[in-house]
């Protein structure tokens, strides 16, 4: 079983930061890609950001230049870092992990989300 925690959300104004964290635990064997969505309730999960165990990112267009998204492959971590923050930003960020367990199996495993509301 493999469990993904997020942290690091919450209320900021316009304009501010957040840095969002997710840790994976459990029968790992190795990580692939590591990403991060949001979604609205009500609305289709949307991706924000992913990268690679070689450190291979990709964006969304709506968060390129606003958002940095990096990975520390020894604690099995990922990050976002998130600046210039609009409430348009405002939804909850789930974490996904490409987990191959030591049982061989492969599977994307997601993270309990965490809230991020941006006003003021």
């Known amino acids: 079983q493999v469990q993904l925690v997020e942290s690091g959300g919450g209320l900021v104004q316009p304009g501010g930061s957040l840095r969002l964290s997710c840790v994976a635990s459990?029968?790992?064997?190795?990580?692939?890609?590591m990403g991060w969505y949001r979604q609205t309730p009500g609305k289709q999960r949307e991706l924000v950001a992913t990268?690679?165990?070689?450190?291979?990112?990709n964006y969304a267009d709506s968060v390129k230049g606003r958002f940095t998204i990096s990975r520390d492959n020894a604690k099995n971590t990922v990050y976002l870092q998130m600046n210039s923050l609009n409430p348009e930003d405002t939804d909850v960020y789930y974490c996904?992990?490409?987990?191959?367990?030591?049982?061989?199996?492969?599977?994307?495993?997601w993270g309990q989300g965490t809230q991020v509301t941006v006003s003021s």
């Open positions: 990268i690679t165990n070689t450190g291979s990112t």
């Open positions: 459990g029968s790992i064997f190795s990580i692939y890609t």
């Open positions: 996904k992990a490409n987990v191959r367990t030591v049982s061989g199996y492969s599977q994307g495993y």
